[in-house]
């Protein structure tokens, strides 16, 4: 019996390796969620964005002039303006009362985990605006941020 047991523990074993590759195998292939996904693409092509008046975005945004710091190589500093839209008025209330307290360092926190390299390009400033996108939006209790833009962008090496 003794010499048994450890041929059928690896018999076991493979039987149930070979179970779990199939029901994986299995899913992988006669997954339904190809055609839900053409139905998502359908939905959003119907979604047109809601255009907004100059005056209704000059109301809803709202900017954080000059933000001065350094990058994570500290021999690069960045100078830079953001313009922040937001859903609603009262958003905009909000966040005018959390910018200097809560968003500016936010802004400052991320900047400072980034090198320059990361920060090139168009790539690398849409990436800068993700980051702050969704760092900023858990700040805001009444409405959302809609969009971040900069406006304003310099670096330079000290």
Do not use: C, H
Request: glycine share 4%; hydrophobic share 45%; net charge negative.
């Amino acid at each position: 019996m003794k010499r048994l047991l450890p041929w059928l523990i690896t018999i076991l074993l493979a039987i149930t390796l070979i179970v779990v590759a199939a029901f994986f195998i299995y899913d992988r292939l006669f997954n339904d969620s190809g055609s839900d996904s053409g139905e998502i693409d359908r939905i959003v092509e119907q979604v047109e964005p809601e255009k907004l008046t100059a005056d209704e975005r000059v109301a809803m945004t709202a900017e954080i002039q000059d933000i001065r710091t350094n990058l994570l190589d500290t021999n690069y500093v960045v100078v830079m303006s953001l313009a922040f839209r937001l859903d609603s008025k009262k958003a905009k209330e909000e966040f005018e009362k959390i910018k200097d307290i809560s968003i500016k360092p936010i802004v400052i926190r991320t900047l400072s985990d980034m090198t320059e390299e990361e920060l090139r390009g168009s790539k690398g400033k849409d990436e800068l605006n993700a980051r702050l996108f969704n760092l900023i939006n858990p700040e805001l209790t009444q409405g959302r941020l809609t969009k971040v833009e900069i406006t304003n962008f310099i670096i330079t090496r000290i």
